[in-house]
């Protein structure tokens, strides 16, 4: 399934996704400008303001998890939709009685509605602009975030401005907002405005063709019960609240920010304590953009330490010291704070090898961090004042600069048995390097990942672009540079994936696709005189089935295949408990075998699509999930096409399991009956009975599987 081809729709609704990103940004962040004007209008202490920021993130705490089911059974557009709508009904609430007990309504409404478009789009960006480019959407979609969060305070310090010095030359806008907002409230024509604006997302919304978003099986949010298994753990705990404790930061600095330079330095709310709200965020997204710099040249961890330190000492400059320092120090803080939550959200991920659809569930739901946070500051400044209640933001900063050496240590000492353990039986030959730290490698033709694997666990993953086009040294440099990242320092050894044919004896690999430059390349002699310790390598299908037998569905078996159905169909071959590379390693290229007027490849496997019926498999893909019978009908053909290739690899391995790897897996459901058909016509029924044909579950696959060929060699190999 060719998934780089994004057809018209897709880059629509990638657009539209972009545009939800804006607006829930541009409602969420707007309290912390009006806190000053609502203390006045509503004649409240700081713990009662407090209540409002509250109301609205509790809401994420209510009802993230459950809008993860609704999903799940009735898809995104339904609950975005929804979410719009509820969001409408917030905002029309707050515009038509302002007062403070709808204030607090309002604000958990609309932050239910955003909790719902938050659980919502972020599977759907992945969907609808392809696995292959969703790192580099997400980042932008984090941009265009911050863009509303800077925008939205001045937006709010126009509408006052104008409406409180109304002339007869206002423009239309104006003179519709004079009509509807009390004059003595004229803060209140935001939420007029954010009625509008969710109107109006409730009609693009509906009026958009939104594709079925398939989840793999580590994506779904779990049962009640996985959500309990997971809090029991320690690490699961240790994120949560670190990410409770950065939202409670960011929204305990954003909030008072403005009643801050008011209180103590007089500073005019609507204007001088508007912008340096607006800066805040402002700034933020700057961070964001160098702090994705910098986790391309060091460690997150380190990023993350010293961003925090950061942050620390610009909050204190705009504590304690004079009006002017303050109105730069309090953005500098959201500067310096951009980086927390990706590093510790990823850290996070990367800390469990299952279940990551729910435990990602549990850390959008610490979201609720910026509740209760900002409601602890006002009740302390009611008692001791401001500037003494937000001394409390250093107990978050303090615990966000603990996180990393903490992650570091838990991951450490996490007991074998959790998680997806190496499996004994399938470990025959590498127990010299059970209790070792290999790093693994994923090289492929545009990109490369790396992470260490300590017993027999994954740690943070690093990531780089390769340039395809550049020569041998400069690719050479870019593995090299993510090695470095991996800290080879603690490692016993490299193991590594290519997309290629590879001497393995010798480690030699030729003619990589996408890399033209390397066409012989030594990589094995080149890494292990840079690094001095052992390095092995083979091709990317072999690492493959390696990381299925020893790390995820293969665990407990000794005859596997792992096949990858994408752009060709080829496999890796587990034989009794070892990988079977062959003799020149060149087993498994089963889509080369002949097959009808042609070759397995051109039938099973992403091929078919654009052969046969002149469409790429992403879009048949999507056609199918919503409903199409033409390519539901296609998928049925291309089953049992898939099913007679099984056959054919039944009568050569007789495996007790095949795993389908590669991007045609995604979808399993449409063509698994039909393939099953074809393979149960097999001429030894036995062989089938027990036969186990599944799809891979295992994030980052490639890099255990080439952190496994340690486990899988000889003890004397490298």
């Known amino acids: ?37 609502i203390i006045d209008d509503f004649e409240l202490s700081l713990t009662l303001v407090a209540v409002l920021p509250f109301a609205f993130f509790i809401a994420y705490g209510v009802m993230s998890i459950p809008s993860g089911l609704l999903i799940e059974k009735y898809q995104e557009k339904p609950v975005m939709v929804a979410a719009f709508v509820v969001a409408f009904a917030g905002s029309t609430m707050l515009a038509l009685v302002p007062n403070y007990l709808t204030a607090i309504c309002s604000l958990f409404l609309i932050g239910s509605g955003m909790a719902m478009l938050q659980v919502a789009i972020n599977p759907l960006l992945r969907e609808a602009g392809g696995e292959e480019h969703y790192a580099f959407n997400a980042t932008f979609a984090q941009l265009i975030f911050g863009s509303a969060s800077f925008l939205s305070p001045l937006v709010y310090s126009y509408l006052v401005r104008r409406l409180d010095r109304q002339t007869g030359d206002a423009g239309p806008l104006i003179t519709v907002l004079a009509r509807v907002v009390p004059d003595e409230l004229p803060w209140i024509s935001l939420y007029w ?95 964001g953009v160098v702090g994705i710099v910098l986790l391309k040249l060091l460690d997150s961890k380190i990023v993350l330490v010293l961003f925090t330190a950061a942050a620390m000492v610009s909050f204190t400059a705009a504590l304690f010291l004079s009006g002017s320092i303050a109105r730069i120090a309090f953005p500098l803080v959201g500067f310096f704070s951009a980086v927390m939550y990706p590093v510790i959200f990823s850290l996070a991920l990367n800390s469990v090898e299952e279940h990551h659809g729910s435990f990602s569930g549990i850390l959008v739901t610490a979201i609720i961090g910026g509740a209760v946070v900002p409601l602890i500051v006002g009740g302390l400044g009611d008692a001791f004042g401001l500037r003494t209640g937000m001394l409390f933001l250093y107990v978050p900063m303090g615990y966000i600069l603990s996180i990393g050496e903490a992650a570091d240590q838990e991951r450490h000492d996490r007991p074998a048995q959790e998680g997806h353990a190496m499996s004994g039986d399938s470990a025959a030959g590498g127990a010299a390097m059970d209790d070792s730290t290999i790093i693994g490698i994923d090289l492929g033709g545009t990109n490369a990942r790396a992470g260490q694997v300590r017993h027999h666990r994954l740690g943070e993953v690093f990531s780089t672009e390769i340039a395809a086009q550049g020569s041998l040294d400069q690719v050479l440099d870019q593995v090299c540079t993510l090695i470095d990242r991996a800290n080879p320092n603690e490692a016993d050894g490299i193991g590594i994936g290519v997309p290629s044919v590879v001497d393995i004896a010798r480690g030699i690999v030729y003619d990589v696709q996408n890399i033209p430059s390397w066409r012989e390349v030594p990589l094995k002699q080149l890494l292990e005189e840079r690094y001095d310790m052992p390095v092995l390598v083979n091709n990317d299908a072999n690492c493959f089935a390696l990381g299925e037998a020893h790390f995820g569905q293969g665990v407990g078996y000794r005859s596997v295949i792992g096949l990858i159905v994408g752009t060709g169909f080829a496999g890796g071959i587990i034989v009794d408990g070892r990988l079977y590379p062959g003799a020149n390693c060149g087993a498994g290229e089963f889509g080369m075998m002949p097959y009808r007027d042609s070759i397995y490849e051109h039938y099973c496997a992403g091929q078919f699509f654009t052969r046969h019926v002149g469409q790429s498999g992403a879009e048949l893909f999507r056609q199918a999930a919503d409903g199409d019978t033409v390519a539901l009908e296609v998928f049925e053909t291309f089953g049992q096409h898939l099913g007679n290739g099984i056959q054919a690899i039944l009568y050569a391995y007789d495996p007790e399991i095949i795993i389908l790897g590669g991007s045609v897996r995604r979808a399993f459901r449409f063509f698994a009956d039909a393939m099953w058909g074809s393979v149960r016509s097999f001429a030894f029924t036995k062989s089938i009975e027990t036969l186990q044909i599944v799809v891979s579950e295992l994030e980052h696959v490639a890099i255990l599987g080439a952190a496994a060929l340690h486990y899988d060699a000889p003890s004397d190999a490298g």
Request: aromatic share 14%; glycine share 10%; charged share 10%.
């Open 1 to 37: 399934m060719n998934e780089g081809t994004t057809g018209r729709r897709s880059v629509y609704v990638v657009g539209l996704i972009f545009l939800t990103f804006f607006v829930i940004s541009f409602l969420t962040n707007i309290i912390g400008p009006l806190v000053p004007e």
């Open 193 to 287: 405005l954010f009625a509008v604006i969710a109107l109006i997302m409730v009609g693009i919304v509906s009026v958009s063709h939104i594709p079925r978003v398939e989840r793999t099986a580590d994506e779904r949010v779990g049962a009640f019960a996985t959500h309990v298994q997971l809090l029991k753990r320690p690490t699961v705990l240790l994120f949560f609240l670190g990410i409770f404790t950065y939202v409670g930061l960011e929204q305990g600095v954003a909030n008072w920010i403005s009643e801050f330079l008011n209180t103590y330095h007089g500073y005019d709310p609507q204007t001088t304590g508007a912008r340096a709200v607006a800066w805040f965020w402002g700034l933020m997204t700057i961070g």
